[in-house]
Structures are given as C-alpha cells and as structure tokens.
Nanobody, 128 residues
Framework: QIQLVETGGGSVQSGGSLTVSCVAS????????MGWFRQAPGKEREGVAA???????IYARSVKGRFSISRDSAKSTLSLRMRNLDPEDSGMYYC??????????????????????WGQGTQVTVSS
C-alpha cells in the first residue's frame, strides 16, 4: 500500500524560506513520478512543481525562480524548498504520486487528476 507523509510546514514571515518534505512508502521500484500541490481556503488545488520520469522538472509560473523541487530516490523522499515566500503562497501543501510513470508518457505533470496517491498535507502560512 502506497503512503505519503508530508512534514516541514509552518509559519513564516513574508520574504522568508521554508522547506517541506514528503516520504513515500510502499513503492519498491522507481517507476513513479511525484509532485507538489497546494490549496488555499476557497481556492482550487493547484500544481506547484513536479518531476517527470526523465528527471526533468516543471514549476507553476507563480513559483518559478523561488521554489525548488528535489528528490532522493534512494530514500523515496521528495522536497520543496521555498524562498522569498509571499502571503499568496499560504495553503495546505500536498505531495502526490503517479504510479507507472514512464519516459515518453504524455501527461500533465501539474494536473492533480494525473496522480492517484496523496499525502495528508502540511500547512504553510506566510504572514505579511
């Protein structure tokens, strides 16, 4: 059974930095892709950053240049380093996993419908 557990959320002032991490368990091969999503109260969930199967990354326009996604495949860990945070970045941050992710697949790395497995989320609050 695949499980995802996020950690590292918290409160930070505008302009500050924060890192959230996610550990995946129950996956015994590397044929999966992972990404980060967020949801603010009253808003739809949006894709923030993700890996494709070839190791390439994609970022939402609103976070490009400020956020950095990384992974440690040996530890099945995904991280998101967030810098120069803005109150608009506040929300619940979720990691997600897409099973059977192969090179050449055509898919929307920032589309939440592409991912079948989700963590419980970790709250990020940025105050002005």
């Amino acid at each position: 059974q695949i499980q995802l557990v996020e950690t590292g959320g918290g409160s930070v002032q505008s302009g500050g930095s924060l890192t959230v991490s996610c550990v995946a368990s129950g996956v015994t091969d590397n044929k999966y892709c992972m990404g980060w999503f967020r949801q603010a109260p009253g808003k739809e969930r949006e894709g923030v950053a993700a890996f494709d199967s070839d190791g390439s990354t994609i970022y939402a326009r609103s976070v490009k240049g400020r956020f950095s996604i990384s992974r440690d495949s040996a530890k099945s860990t995904l991280s998101l380093r967030m810098r120069n945070l803005d109150p608009e970045d506040s929300g619940m941050y979720y990691c997600a996993l897409r099973r059977w992710c192969f090179d050449g697949d055509r898919w929307n790395q920032l589309g939440d419908y592409e991912y079948a497995y989700w963590g419980q989320g970790t709250q990020v609050t940025v105050s002005s």
